[in-house]
């Protein structure tokens, strides 16, 4: 398997674009994670799915932000307007069963708001 | 609520020193213990993890054991390399969840 694909690997945007980030899950994991890492806060939990249900969004920042699974294969995590304090690195993150089970992350999205 | 707390860093050590780096957690009931890892560029992966009292995590030359009584999952090793430049984050799983808690990383750089 592939691993947890993210894409774009790095997004460069001015202060009120909407950005789209995307993830594919491990196939066969049963829940996806979306993290934001950033030097001040540290590894974030924004939102997390099971079996394509957004169970907690409680880490979303605010209505700006918004996260969908529309299948089992494919997220997205939507900012709009993007602010320059959005900048950070967002990690896609699965697992298979439960989230006491070995996480496997993507690469990242390294995103910049100007 | 539950939390992981890790050693501040940036660490800096010289090749073949040993290595502690001190995680507590705080945590109802019998929560999972994982160390994962993050070379530059990278997302997280697992380095190791205890799921019980007394446990002992191990992999490529860590080890980390879960200790109840004093609510710690320091990650150690013996003689580390130029390789093992990371950050390492102590994480937390409970088992009445679907929930990671990570520490805030700690840097390591490891000279020749």
């Known amino acids: 398997d592939a691993g947890v694909i993210q894409s774009p690997r790095h997004e460069v945007t001015e202060m009120g674009q909407e950005v789209t980030l995307r993830c594919k899950p491990i196939?066969?994991?049963?829940?996806l994670f979306w993290y934001r890492q950033t030097m001040m806060r540290g590894l974030e939990l924004l939102i997390y799915f099971n079996n394509n249900v957004p169970i907690d969004d409680s880490g979303m920042p605010e209505d700006r932000f918004s996260a969908k699974m529309p299948n089992a294969s494919f997220s997205t995590l939507k900012i709009q307007p993007s602010e320059p304090r959005d900048s950070a690195v967002y990690f896609c993150?699965?697992?298979?069963?439960?989230?006491?089970?070995?996480?496997?992350f993507g690469s990242g999205t390294q995103l910049s708001v100007l | 609520g539950d939390s992981v707390t890790q050693m501040e860093g940036p660490v800096t050590l010289s090749e073949e020193a040993c290595l502690t780096i001190n995680c507590t957690y705080t945590a109802t009931g019998y929560p999972s213990l994982f160390w994962y890892v993050q070379y530059p560029g990278e997302g997280l992966q697992l380095l190791l993890k205890a799921t019980k009292a007394d446990d002992k995590g191990s992999n490529k030359g860590f080890e980390a054991t879960y200790r109840k009584e004093t609510t710690s999952f320091h990650l150690e090793k013996g003689s580390v390399q130029v390789s093992d430049s990371a950050v390492y984050f102590c994480?937390?799983?409970?088992?009445?969840?679907?929930?990671?808690?990570f520490g805030t990383g700690t840097s390591l750089t490891v000279i020749p």
């Open positions: 994480a937390l799983s409970p088992n009445t969840g679907n929930q990671f808690y």
């Open positions: 993150a699965s697992s298979k069963l439960s989230a006491s089970e070995k996480l496997f």
């Open positions: 196939s066969g994991h049963d829940y």
